[in-house]
T-cell receptor
Framework: GQNIDQPTEMTATEGAIVQINCTYQ??????LFWYQQHAGEAPTFLSY????GLEEKGRFSSFLSRSKGYSYLLLKELQMKDSASYLC????????????FGAGTRLAVHP | GAGVSQSPSNKVTEKGKDVELRCDPI?????LYWYRQRLGQGLEFLIY????????KSGLPSDRFSAERTGESVSTLTIQRTQQEDSAVYLC?????????????FGNGTRLTVT
């Protein structure tokens, strides 16, 4: 089966750094995605990892450890507009290459 | 169009009626997904079309749910004999390829309310 776990909610202060963790167990592995979803809107793509290590994109970075089935999304210099849900999604391999999402982490950024 | 288009954006129906939801993917995208998102929850996988291969229907919750796709274009999700628990936002997404680093591009969803 496939299982993806993320914390349900997190809070952080404007200007700070926050790390959102994701652990997964899937049938094969062909990449991990992070999406951002503001309330009432569609999810938008943030990052993709398939090899171990850190991928940096401006204020956002994503890390992957395939051996541990673990990823995190790091958000730096938090802004109020970063308040949203962050969804971890994993693509399996072979006949399981559909993209499965975790339940998402709701991040609230306070002044 | 430039993005994934879904219609209708909102649908209110009475329990027991059938509904049909439409998705127009980005032109040239071979993969198309349907997800369901209940209020405050994550995305629940429903069905996945990949090019001309047989669709992966493993996420459909019951035989009241079905979906079709014409070639690599429009898809329709049909829910028969709707129940109140079917109330949710139904999201469609497409991607250029069926694997690798191709991200999914989402439509704005259809908000279904069953009364």
């Amino acid at each position: 089966g496939q299982n993806i776990d993320q914390p349900t909610e997190m809070t952080a202060t404007e200007g700070a750094i926050v790390q959102i963790n994701c652990t997964y167990q899937t049938s094969g592995f062909n990449g991990l995605f992070w999406y951002q979803q503001h309330a009432g809107e569609a999810p938008t793509f943030l990052s993709y990892n398939v090899l171990d290590g850190l991928e940096e994109k401006g204020r956002f970075s994503s890390f992957l450890s395939r051996s541990k089935g673990y990823s995190y999304l790091l958000l730096k210099e938090l802004q109020m507009k970063d308040s949203a849900s962050y969804l971890c999604a994993v693509r399996g391999s072979g006949g399981y290459n559909k993209l499965i999402f975790g339940a998402g982490t709701r991040l609230a950024v306070h002044p | 169009g430039a993005g994934v288009s879904q219609s209708p954006s909102n649908k209110v129906t009475e329990k027991g009626k059938d509904v049909e939801l439409r998705c127009d993917p980005i032109s040239g995208h071979t993969a198309l997904y349907w997800y369901r998102q209940r209020l405050g929850q994550g995305l629940e996988f429903l069905i996945y079309f990949q090019g001309n291969s047989a669709p992966d229907k493993s996420g459909l919750p019951s035989d009241r749910f079905s979906a079709e796709r014409t070639g690599e274009s429009v898809s329709t999700l049909t829910i028969q004999r709707t129940q109140q628990e079917d109330s949710a936002v139904y999201l469609c997404a497409s991607s250029l390829q069926t694997g690798g680093d191709s991200p999914l591009h989402f439509g704005n969803g259809t908000r279904l309310t069953v009364t």
